[in-house]
């Protein structure tokens, strides 16, 4: 008999892949489920980007790339980063990955062995923990409270660094809870850490686009006295609708970037090319269409808040950022986990339980309001006539 590493059996799951496929299975046998489960825009991916991506087929770009990936997409990464955040990144610190997950799963492999303590967010997204233990690290929860807003508290998590601390995940705009962390937390989290000059930092800005109630967005890089420590994530998927591209960018401090470029050679060679040009034209074409869809994803908001705290026993405080609402279901006498088990399999409708992104979301559900308004109302409508008939 085969055996595989003990560390396989260290390795977690994101559960909204297996809601998804639960789901699929309901509707496969004929029941009608709105699907508030999975993190992914609605929209199609805007027709330009696409354009462009079947124009590198035709026109032959078929063949690896660099590993690092192609330098028109790098130097398009480096402007995005300007626009947006008003830093000067030189596109040799740019890495195109398959997705933000490899941007985590690089920098948690380069810091995470047994002894080494690693603090993520909690609750957080699930793939951090999940890697942290694979490595052997101590995954250390930082806990993210609805009292704050769902904030980091800087306070809080530069209390939990200790001299075996290597690397701190930070997550803003948040999965799952939607919050945002305001800039004066993050300068004082920058200013503790002055302290701590031996942890680097992985902030995830996956969600950067998206914020509401004039919430901004404050990249972390925007601190030049982290930056030689700081693993930058974003990418494609959430932003232009483009999840199943598989397109994803990081910065890198010097130190690190070769290590992470061996391990895309080792791992995947390269990001398939005709997608790294539609990410060029993703970056540089027309940024209408993210407003768009952000203005889209607001209203949708509005919908699910005000329908979630009309439900009995349910409150929600009002998410800043990302496209998810997590719900405090505590008062409904439900535990997280049964309930969003029975919304799927009794009421049709998929959200994840809270304690899929860890303790700290024991007592809440996440539903994605990334499904249009009519589904976002049925899902509510039989949330609530569930409740009501199982109280
Ligand atoms: N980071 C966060 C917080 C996410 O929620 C996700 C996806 O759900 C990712 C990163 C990874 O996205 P992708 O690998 O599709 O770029």
Redesign the pocket.
Known sequence: MVTIVPAFGRLGEEN?FAVLARAGQLAAVGRDIVNLGI??PDMPTPPHIVEAGVKALRDGHHGYTPAVGILPLREAVARDVHRRHGVEVSPDSVMIVP????T?FMAILMFGEPGAEILYPDP??P?YRSMIEFTGATPVPVPIREANGFAFSAEETLGLITARTRLLIL?SP??PTGGVTPKAEIDALVAGLATHPDVAVLS?E??GTMTYDGAAHHSLLRYPEIRERLIY?D????TYAM?GW???WSVWPKPLYDAARKLAVNAHSCVNAATQWAGIAALDGPQDCVAEMVAEFDRRRGLVVEGLNALPDVSCITPKGAFYAFPNVERTGWKAKALASALLEEAGVATIGGPDFGVHGEVYIRLSYANSPENILRALERMGTFLAARP
Do not use: E, H
């Open positions: 909204a993190g992914q997705g933000g997950k490899v985590m957080g997204f793939i997550n948040a999965n995830d996956i969600y994530l990418g494609a998927s959430k999840t598989r397109l994803g």
